[in-house]
């Protein structure tokens, strides 16, 4: 056996053992009698600390072929190590060979409509991306480190579908570490639910609020417009937030929809109500309204009663239509938008750009609060540039089943999962832990 040094000149292990052997006559009679001495030294001390090949970082999960696999879940981070002026917002999505966490079968609490996997959804590509910011790294989830965090503490998703469908995605994240009891369920279609994780004694809920205000939703046998009271919280959430530690609000498509809006008691106009006689107003100005309304009241009740809130705002996620939403192919890209390839622009920009407003505002009065914290979780580019992440025709089990058909039901709103809204509850994490990171300091 030989190898080179680098210059040309070959050598062998032997001929470099004989050169030692030479050089060190006394070392190799001496070698031997210091290993038989320090022989039993070493089994005394393996006696007194056996080695222990476990690790409290190590999680068996499964991957996506249901197989198990160890995952790696270290510990928290020093404090000293977050990044505090990381903006997660820009960035790119990079290929990533780990995939996720949990699949379609090892999380029962995937509503039935996002289990793509579980539905025949035959690529899984687009499982196999991570979002990489401009500006910095956005770590791996890490469930036991979340949890650590949230211990003792109630965390409540409050909004709309698009609240549950990242709720949902939370709960399959650390359900791979800590499954999770549920505890209370009400409401058609489960739309109030309630987990607790024992392991950290840690309240996971979903409260259904599509407006975040209150609002009478349409319904197919009364009038087919919705009604928001602009100047009033909805009490389903508000009155429990003396009970909530943390709030993540989530709202938007329910606002597209026809409805009549009323303030100080009186109508201020609607949107798309034909029939009515009551002034257009777009959809915009009212989203504002009922955002600011909100904020406001969390404000309120933390200065009233000295209850700690978090507040986090995920920003508005956009659909992916391409054409009819019936026709195949609505949104049947199989991989993200590159940067550049398409502009985020037009009614998600506004969107997303009223909220960002409103918590910065929100923020702002709250200077001087400390025990109420506010931020927005800006999702809206890395959710515009993956089209490639929705269920499609696979919201139904096996569409296809009886052979392809051109008008099929496609959903084009919401996330697989698991898919791109776990990137969500990551960047979560992160603001979770610069805020950890920001009252240890205080504290120190």
Same mark, same amino acid.
């Given at each position: 056996?030989?190898?080179?040094?680098?210059?040309?000149?070959?050598?062998?292990?032997?001929?470099?053992?004989?050169?030692?052997?030479?050089?060190?006559?006394?070392?190799?009679?001496?070698?031997?009698? &210091?290993?038989?001495?320090?022989?039993?030294?070493?089994?005394?001390?393996?006696?007194?600390?056996?080695?222990?090949?476990?690790?409290? !970082?190590?999680?068996?999960?499964?991957?996506?072929?249901?197989?198990?696999?160890?995952?790696?879940?270290?510990?928290?981070?020093?404090?000293?190590?977050?990044?505090?002026?990381?903006?997660?917002?820009?960035?790119?999505?990079?290929?990533?060979?780990?995939?996720?966490?949990?699949?379609?079968?090892?999380?029962?609490?995937?509503?039935?409509?996002?289990?793509?996997?579980?539905?025949?959804?035959?690529?899984?590509? =687009?499982?196999?991306?991570?979002?990489?910011?401009?500006?910095?790294?956005?770590?791996?989830?890490?469930?036991?480190?979340?949890?650590?965090?949230?211990?003792?503490?109630?965390?409540?998703?409050?909004?709309?579908?698009?609240?549950?469908?990242?709720?949902?995605?939370?709960?399959?994240?650390?359900?791979?570490?800590?499954?999770?009891?549920?505890?209370?369920?009400?409401?058609?279609?489960?739309?109030?639910?309630?987990?607790?994780?024992?392991?950290?004694?840690?309240? +996971?809920?979903? =409260?259904?609020?599509?407006?975040?205000?209150?609002?009478?939703?349409?319904?197919?046998?009364?009038?087919?417009?919705?009604?928001?009271?602009?100047?009033? +919280?909805?009490?389903?959430?508000?009155?429990?937030?003396?009970?909530?530690?943390?709030?993540? @609000?989530?709202?938007?498509?329910?606002?597209?929809?026809?409805?009549?809006? =009323?303030?100080?008691?009186?109508?201020?106009?609607?949107? &798309?109500?034909?029939?009515? !006689?009551?002034?257009?107003?777009?959809?915009?100005?009212?989203?504002?309204?009922?955002?600011?309304?909100?904020?406001? %009241?969390?404000?309120?009740?933390?200065?009233?009663?000295?209850?700690?809130?978090?507040?986090?705002?995920?920003?508005?996620?956009?659909?992916?239509?391409?054409?009819?939403?019936?026709?195949?192919?609505?949104?049947?890209?199989?991989?993200?938008?590159?940067?550049?390839?398409?502009? @985020?622009?037009?009614?998600? %920009?506004?969107?997303?750009?009223?909220?960002?407003?409103?918590?910065?505002? &929100?923020?702002?009065?709250?200077?001087?609060?400390?025990?109420?914290?506010?931020?927005?979780?800006?999702?809206?580019?890395?959710?515009?540039?993956?089209?490639?992440?929705?269920?499609?025709?696979?919201?139904?089990?096996?569409?296809?089943?009886?052979?392809?058909?051109?008008?099929?039901?496609?959903?084009?709103?919401?996330?697989?999962?698991?898919?791109?809204?776990?990137?969500?509850?990551?960047?979560?994490?992160?603001?979770?832990?610069?805020?950890?990171?920001?009252?240890?300091?205080?504290?120190?």
């Amino acid at each position: 056996m030989s190898r080179s040094d680098g210059s040309g000149t070959l050598s062998t292990y032997a001929d470099f053992l004989l050169v030692q052997q030479q050089s060190y006559p006394i070392t190799k009679k001496l070698l031997p009698w &210091a290993l038989y001495a320090l022989l039993p030294l070493a089994l005394f001390r393996l006696y007194l600390h056996p080695l222990d090949f476990s690790s409290e !970082n190590e999680v068996i999960t499964k991957d996506l072929q249901n197989k198990p696999i160890l995952v790696s879940s270290t510990a928290p981070k020093p404090v000293e190590e977050v990044n505090n002026d990381c903006d997660y917002s820009n960035g790119e999505w990079v290929q990533d060979k780990l995939g996720p966490l949990y699949n379609g079968t090892s999380c029962g609490t995937i509503k039935d409509g996002q289990n793509c996997m579980g539905h025949g959804r035959p690529d899984s590509g =687009y499982l196999y991306w991570r979002w990489k910011p401009s500006q910095c790294k956005l770590p791996r989830f890490e469930p036991k480190k979340f949890l650590s965090l949230l211990q003792n503490k109630h965390l409540a998703f409050v909004g709309d579908s698009m609240a549950r469908n990242q709720l949902e995605s939370l709960l399959c994240l650390l359900s791979s570490v800590s499954p999770p009891d549920l505890v209370y369920t009400n409401g058609d279609d489960n739309k109030f639910r309630r987990w607790h994780f024992p392991s950290h004694n840690v309240n +996971v809920s979903v =409260y259904w609020s599509p407006f975040l205000v209150k609002g009478i939703e349409k319904s197919n046998t009364g009038f087919n417009f919705n009604k928001l009271f602009l100047d009033s +919280v909805d009490d389903r959430w508000a009155l429990d937030l003396e009970q909530i530690d943390m709030l993540v @609000l989530s709202v938007g498509h329910w606002f597209l929809h026809p409805a009549v809006y =009323y303030e100080n008691d009186s109508v201020l106009g609607c949107h &798309a109500c034909e029939g009515l !006689n009551h002034t257009e107003t777009g959809f915009f100005d009212v989203l504002r309204k009922a955002v600011r309304t909100s904020l406001k %009241a969390v404000t309120e009740k933390s200065t009233s009663n000295g209850n700690e809130i978090d507040v986090i705002l995920t920003t508005f996620s956009p659909a992916h239509f391409e054409g009819e939403w019936d026709k195949n192919g609505a949104c049947s890209r199989e991989k993200p938008f590159e940067e550049g390839e398409k502009a @985020l622009e037009g009614m998600d %920009a506004d969107m997303r750009k009223i909220e960002v407003e409103e918590i910065e505002e &929100a923020k702002n009065k709250a200077i001087g609060l400390d025990r109420l914290r506010i931020q927005a979780l800006d999702v809206t580019k890395l959710a515009f540039m993956r089209p490639d992440g929705h269920p499609g025709p696979y919201m139904y089990p096996n569409p296809f089943a009886d052979g392809v058909k051109d008008r099929v039901q496609n959903d084009c709103v919401h996330w697989c999962l698991p898919g791109p809204i776990d990137t969500w509850n990551e960047i979560l994490l992160q603001v979770m832990t610069q805020w950890e990171a920001e009252s240890t300091r205080r504290r120190g």
